[in-house]
């Protein structure tokens, strides 16, 4: 847990220096491709480069990122945000550094109360927001795919917008439609892909080209390459140690891979705004409200669909590069291999 002369030091660097934040969107295309274990060794290399890193947590508790480290959540973000509990009883302090938020509840009922300056819990969202802008300098958000269109609207102020796969085509496909969604609904931003449990870099690379190739196209968007998190059973080790995985195994490649993501994100964005605007905007979404996605053909809620826009294609088999068992797999970033870092 952070001490209070720790908590002190970090709560004054952000008042001298606050105008910046990082943050970054992780946002599942399909479940259990190992995105809340990236999620968890980015934020700890986060921390060790000096960071306050808050990751929030929109997983379900049985995925919640939380149970790597053995900690038991006790609220919800969402009862931060409305007053019915106290920000410090719904953080989490795991080791490494790293601060957990369980975020799970946090959606549109929440926004539009601590939005609505007639109502009692405005003051209270307003405090937490303080609070958290005053404490991290770094937020993660870790989001499911079954939860991306209540968190469509932080894509918009975010820094990064992390989007992974496989190079199974069903993988690829559902995170495809999860781009797409964004690009429709937030239009130009700072999309990158990560190849997960990537067998040999080759055919990872190969994969996001293609994935690259239709964005470009079909939605007029850039999509940077993150590169890819190699196969890596230390990881599963960690988790069962309940140890940050730099600490536990810092010369594994998945390590490794993390520690070039965490650079890659630890750029600082400017703020449009104060740093309590910018975590309105990111955790509630203020300023895409307006923009909710439009009602589908069926009435329910779904994507704007120009329908004079060219259509994306299908995707072929050979999305799905089949890696050589026989291929050596040399550590990422090697001369020669991409690591998880654009060049």
Not at 7 to 32: E, M, N, V
Not at 81 to 106: F, I, K, M, N, Y
Not at 120 to 127: H, P, Y
Not at 258 to 276: C, F, I, K
Request: net charge neutral; proline share 7%; with cysteine.
């Amino acid at each position: 847990m952070i001490g209070p002369c720790e908590d002190q030091a970090s709560s004054l660097r952000r008042l001298l220096g606050g105008s910046t934040l990082r943050s970054a969107l992780f946002i599942g295309g399909d479940a259990g491709i190992g995105q809340t274990a990236l999620v968890a060794a980015t934020a700890e290399v986060m921390a060790r480069r000096g960071h306050a890193v808050l990751v929030v947590d929109a997983q379900p508790q049985l995925r919640s990122g939380a149970g790597w480290f053995g900690l038991s959540p006790r609220g919800d973000l969402a009862e931060a945000l409305s007053g019915q509990r106290r920000l410090d009883e719904v953080l989490l302090h795991a080791a490494g550094g790293v601060t957990w938020v369980p975020a799970a509840r946090l959606g549109p009922a929440t926004a539009s109360a601590a939005a609505d300056p007639t109502v009692a819990v405005a003051a209270a969202a307003a405090r937490a927001l303080s609070d958290l802008a005053v404490r991290f300098d770094c937020v993660l958000v870790d989001v499911p795919a079954d939860r991306v269109r209540r968190w469509w609207p932080a894509a918009a102020q975010a820094g990064s917008v992390l989007l992974g796969s496989t190079t199974a085509q069903r993988s690829v496909t559902a995170a495809y439609a999860v781009l797409k969604m964004l690009a429709l609904e937030v239009g130009q931003q700072r999309y990158l892909w990560w190849m997960a449990r990537a067998a040999d870099a080759d055919a990872a690379e190969a994969a996001w080209h293609k994935v690259a190739q239709t964005a470009r196209r079909f939605l007029q968007v850039q999509v940077e390459y993150a590169g890819a998190m190699p196969v890596d059973p230390m990881v599963a080790r960690a988790e069962r140690l309940r140890r940050p995985l730099a600490e536990a195994f810092p010369g594994s490649l998945a390590a490794a891979a993390s520690a070039m993501l965490a650079e890659r994100l630890d750029v600082p964005m400017p703020l449009p705004g104060t740093p309590e605007q910018a975590w309105q905007a990111l955790l509630l979404g203020e300023s895409a409200r307006a923009g909710e996605p439009a009602q589908n053909e069926k009435g329910g809620a779904g994507l704007a669909i120009d329908r004079d826009a060219p259509r994306s294609p299908s995707y072929s088999s050979d999305l799905s590069p089949n890696p050589s068992p026989s291929q050596k797999l040399s550590p990422f970033g090697a001369p020669g291999r991409t690591a998880l870092v654009s060049r």
